[in-house]
């Protein structure tokens, strides 16, 4: 079973636009991560933010965590035609091994 | 350095053969993961390995599936009389994680694709 839940399931934004992205959880976690998968490739992981963190940077990329909300953001801001891929939410949980509970996914595709 | 290599990356099997899908993990990572990614899906956790111990693998689909990491590094998967429903991508993962804590990055393979006829 799938604990995230990406909104929307699908993107479609112009180059140079944001692209803001959306996960919700179920259960208590330690840690969110965001992954980024090209079609027929593995997984790229982008981010990773703490259940005790609010808000993270890398480069072009914001992540928030909201854990009242059970509920995660990705921001790419400035979006180039290479960002177009699939981005995933998969979540570390609370008293769990280290396995990752993935969800759906969101596809992305920018276009030029 | 080199990052997680996974062979074959292409695999096509008739119904009933077994297949073996091979995962070399980044060099001195404690963890490896196995997951399952079918077609338009996020991946779905298999079994987890810290060293040679395999300490969940309660994603197991069936008991035809078995997995081994019998000296702590190189992995492999095994599917028996594979089925249609095990056509999918099988992705293989590492961390320095040694303490089973949920805090280290997993980084991934290219993945097998699987394909059973």
């Known amino acids: 079973s799938q604990q995230g839940e990406e909104d929307p399931q699908a993107l479609s934004i112009q180059e140079g636009e944001n692209a803001t992205m959306n996960c919700s959880y179920k259960?208590?976690?330690?840690?969110l991560q965001w992954y980024r998968q090209n079609s027929g490739r593995g997984l790229v992981h982008l981010i990773l933010i703490r259940s005790n963190e609010r808000e993270k940077h890398s480069g072009r990329l914001r992540v928030t965590l909201d854990t009242s909300k059970k509920s995660s953001s990705l921001l790419i801001t400035a979006s180039r035609a290479a960002d177009t891929a699939s981005y995933f939410c998969?979540?570390?949980?609370?008293?769990?091994?280290?396995?990752?509970?993935f969800g759906k996914g969101i596809t992305l595709s920018v276009r030029p | 350095g080199a990052g997680v290599s996974q062979s074959p990356r292409y695999k096509v099997a008739k119904r009933g053969q077994d297949v073996a899908l091979r995962c070399d993990p980044i060099?001195?990572?404690?963890?490896l993961f196995w997951y399952q990614q079918a077609l338009g899906q996020g991946p779905e956790f298999l079994t987890y390995f810290q060293n040679e111990a395999q300490l969940d693998k309660s994603g197991l689909p069936s008991d035809r599936f078995f997995a081994e990491r019998p000296e702590g590094s190189v992995s492999t998967l095994k599917i028996q009389r594979t089925q249609q429903e095990d056509s999918a991508v099988y992705l293989c993962?590492?961390?320095?994680?040694?303490?089973?804590?949920?805090?280290?990055?997993?980084?991934f393979g290219p993945g097998t694709r699987l394909t059973v006829l």
């Open positions: 993962a590492s961390s320095w994680a040694g303490t089973g804590g949920s805090l280290d990055t997993q980084y």
């Open positions: 060099s001195g990572h404690v963890s």
């Open positions: 259960t208590s976690i330690n840690n």
């Open positions: 998969a979540t570390g949980l609370t008293g769990a091994n280290s396995k990752l509970t």
